[in-house]
């Protein structure tokens, strides 16, 4: 079992940067694949960042390629996302999740946070 809980997000202009982390708790977070997906309102959820059990290995979606960083730490339990030129569109509710995989999928995850509300205003 692992416990997720997303913080860092907030209201930022756009071209502006934030840092969202996710904290675990429970056992084995080295193993767990870890992502990033968000959702927007009326939207479905959209995979955002993906990193390995290592961190030697990271997979972005195609809209935040080049923006966002995904990185982990497994001596704090925790995975953070590093978002640069936050645009508009970034807008949205976004979740760490823990799977076996690392994978774009949500179904490929087990456990999600809450999530953390990022709004990147105009």
């Known amino acids: 079992q692992v416990q997720l809980v997303e913080s860092g997000g907030g209201l930022v202009q756009a071209g502006g940067s934030l840092r969202l982390s996710c904290a675990a708790s429970g056992r084995a977070f080295s193993s767990y694949r870890m992502g990033w997906f968000r959702q927007a309102p009326g939207k479905e959820r959209e995979f955002v960042a993906a990193?390995?059990?290592?961190?030697?290995?990271?997979y972005y979606g195609d809209s935040v390629k080049g923006r966002f960083t995904i990185s982990r730490d497994n001596a704090k339990n925790t995975v953070y996302l590093q978002m640069n030129s936050l645009k508009p569109e970034d807008t949205a509710v976004y979740y760490c999740?823990?799977?076996?995989?690392?994978?774009?999928?949500?179904?490929?995850?087990?456990?999600w946070g809450q999530g953390t509300r990022v709004t990147v205003s105009s």
């Open positions: 999740a823990a799977g076996r995989y690392s994978s774009s999928l949500p179904k490929n995850y087990d456990y």
């Open positions: 990193i390995s059990w290592s961190g030697g290995n990271t």
